[in-house]
């Protein structure tokens, strides 16, 4: 930890982002700092408090894998706001596209007057999501929308009501969504009625039920059949690794049993992939790991460094399924997410992005299970890629243990990193580094959540 840095002017404030900023911890003031706890006190004020902050500090720049807060302390990125800026904090790729977009024109909305790149990003996700199939995409702006639209298609497509979610789902915040989405606390209470002809399967979940991915898609399948029926089953929409869920990896085979069973049965098989997709879990699709080739792929987050863009990609039968202007909205695919997103996309492919989530992968599965072998409050360390989680429980009762996880977040955040939890009961730490950070960087982070397990 060093406090040398030519770009700090007078008042302390970095003025250059991207990775030009020394990629260090460096804590100047306690966290939040002084200035973060009078912008907190201010957002108290004026934000409407559903509008929660996981920590405090308010940002000034950000880059490669460090974020400089308003008071000039430099924290590790182990966030990257939820999965999305995969290529870094003002990735400079993206960086640079942005600017020469906003110099041209910000806004036409494509359904009135369209233009290149929102052509350039459908065909770049028509060749990038997995299977050779003829596809056709359509962009949206947020995860949930594109979720929304996906079901929309699969219904307008087979002509049936009922979508098959998972337990643990996440999909999103909006009405459909909370619908499909499992956790009560904080997504739902309080905010039904829900969309109706959403119905909830068994999910594989092998650190808690010892099933094979067939028996587990046996159990899904059996559920679906007696409960809903086939003929009424528009859709089985499930995210390959979840992610609020608890970075859960389903037993090998779930998935292909299950894609299997919706193929033969006229269901339209919906992988989401918006926190797996864009090389985060060491393929640029975490489908791939299964060979599975999803009927509609959803994806957002990694895809356009930190630009609110997302899409729906998938065979062209299904696709084309609704009528013209059935599908759109004004801002989706904006063309300055668009020109973030080929910039992001580049990144991906040519920065070497999804070797280096393999090798982040390496780094953090070695550590974390070498503490676990002497922590037994460490029960289970999973993931793929730079997606990797570690399930805390009590050793004596195999329980969750909800508040030694939020302990070590805390503890964490307080030494200068940047750490969420998630799960479905409150116990799993999970890591979602930038895939550009550096070695260095990632060992010093994994020091601290190590320095605040043994603390906690
Ligand atoms: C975050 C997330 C969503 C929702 O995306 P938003 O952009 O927040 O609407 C949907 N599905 C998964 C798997 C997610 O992780």
């Known amino acids: ?52 902050i996981t920590l405090p500090v308010f940002t000034d720049v950000a880059g490669g894998g460090v974020l400089v807060d308003v008071d000039g302390n430099s924290l590790i990125d182990f966030g990257t706001g939820i999965a999305v800026t995969g290529v870094g904090n003002a990735a400079p790729r993206v960086v640079a596209a942005v600017h020469e977009q906003v110099d041209r024109f910000t806004h036409t909305c494509f359904m009135i007057t369209g233009y290149d790149s929102y052509v350039d990003v459908a065909e770049a996700l028509n060749r990038l999501t997995p ?50 989405t499992a956790k009560s ?50 859709a089985i929409i499930i995210e390959p690794i979840q992610g609020e869920g608890g970075f859960i990896v389903p037993a090998p085979g779930f ?6 069973w919706a193929t033969a049965n006229g269901v339209v098989f919906i ?58 909205g004004t801002y989706g695919g904006n063309p300055i997410a668009c020109a973030a997103a080929l910039a992001a996309i580049e990144s991906y492919e040519h920065d070497g992005l999804v070797a280096r989530a393999g090798e982040i992968e390496q780094i953090m599965k070695a550590r974390l299970s070498e503490r676990q072998a002497s922590d037994r409050r460490i029960g289970d360390v999973r993931g793929r890629g730079a997606m ?30 940047i750490l969420l939890t998630c799960g479905t009961y409150g116990n799993v730490i999970r890591f979602l580094p930038p895939l550009s950070i550096g070695d260095a960087l990632l060992h010093e982070g994994l020091d601290v959540v190590a320095q605040a397990l043994e603390a906690a």
Do not use: C, W
């Not at 219904?155 to 098959?164: D, F, H, K, N």
């Not at 989401?272 to 987050?301: C, N, W, Y």
């Open 131 to 180: 299977g050779d199939h003829d596809k056709r995409t359509a962009l949206f702006n947020t995860g949930a929308e594109a979720v929304e639209n996906a079901v929309k298609i699969a219904r307008s497509y087979t002509g049936r009501p009922a979508v098959i979610a998972f337990d643990h789902a996440y999909h999103g915040r909006t009405n459909l969504t909370m619908a499909l």
């Open 271 to 328: 992988a989401d992939e918006v926190q797996t997709g864009f090389a985060r879990t060491g393929a640029m699709f975490a489908s791939e790991h299964e060979r599975l080739v999803p009927d509609l792929i959803v994806t957002a987050k990694g895809i356009a460094g930190g630009l609110p863009l997302s899409a729906v990609t998938g065979r062209t039968e299904i696709m084309d399924a609704p009528h013209v202007g059935g599908l759109g």
């Open 185 to 234: 606390m904080p997504y739902k209470s309080g905010f039904g009625p829900f969309a109706p002809e959403i119905y909830r399967a068994p999910l594989s979940y092998p650190f808690h039920d010892g099933l094979s991915g067939p028996e587990a898609a046996k159990r899904a399948i059996a559920m679906i059949e007696k409960q809903v029926g086939a003929a009424s089953t528009a």
């Open 388 to 417: 990797i989680a570690v399930e805390l429980v009590d050793p004596a009762t195999g329980e969750p243990d909800a508040a030694l996880t939020s302990r070590v977040a805390a503890a964490s955040h307080a030494a200068g990193v």
């Open 1 to 52: 930890m060093t406090l040398v840095d030519s770009r700090l002017s007078s008042d302390g404030r970095a003025h250059v982002g991207g990775p030009s900023l020394p990629q260090e911890r460096r804590l100047v003031t306690e966290i939040p700092g002084p200035r973060s706890r009078e912008l907190l006190a201010r957002k108290n004020s004026a934000v409407a408090r559903g509008v929660g």
């Open 255 to 260: 998935l292909t049993a299950l894609s299997e």
